[in-house]
């Protein structure tokens, strides 16, 4: 049951992450690009890839003087917060596509 209750914190807290301007955004642009449900995790991933990118270049594009640094790839930490990441992509993608889906898809049964 432990694990249970953390994989629930672990997708509470991914939405909690992603549910702002910049991670809505990056959700809706990937959602742009998803054509099927078999390009959903890989869409999903790659939106956590952007995500990441644009937390560390954040200070260097405002101008806030600083160099570029790499995330540590290295700490468990980082792999945490990837893993909350994508599971909030995951979810956020998947309900933006189903809405795309059907909103386009003409609002009829099957043809």
Do not use: C
């Not at 994989?7 to 991670?23: D, T």
């Not at 990837?82 to 003409?106: C, E, N, P, Q, S």
């Amino acid at each position: 049951m432990e694990l249970v209750d953390q994989a629930v914190a672990y997708l509470r807290e991914g939405f909690a992450n992603i549910n702002n301007p910049k991670g809505l955004l990056i959700a809706l642009a990937a959602t742009l690009f998803l054509g099927s449900w078999k390009q959903w995790f890989p869409i999903s991933l790659v939106a956590v890839i952007v995500h990441i990118a644009i937390e560390q270049l954040a200070p260097v594009l405002a101008g806030e003087g600083g160099a570029v640094v790499l995330p540590d790839l290295m700490s468990e930490d980082f792999w945490t917060r990837a893993l909350v990441l994508l599971l909030g992509y995951l979810v956020i993608i998947g309900i933006f596509f189903f809405v795309k889906r059907l909103i386009f898809r003409g609002g009829g049964g099957a043809h």
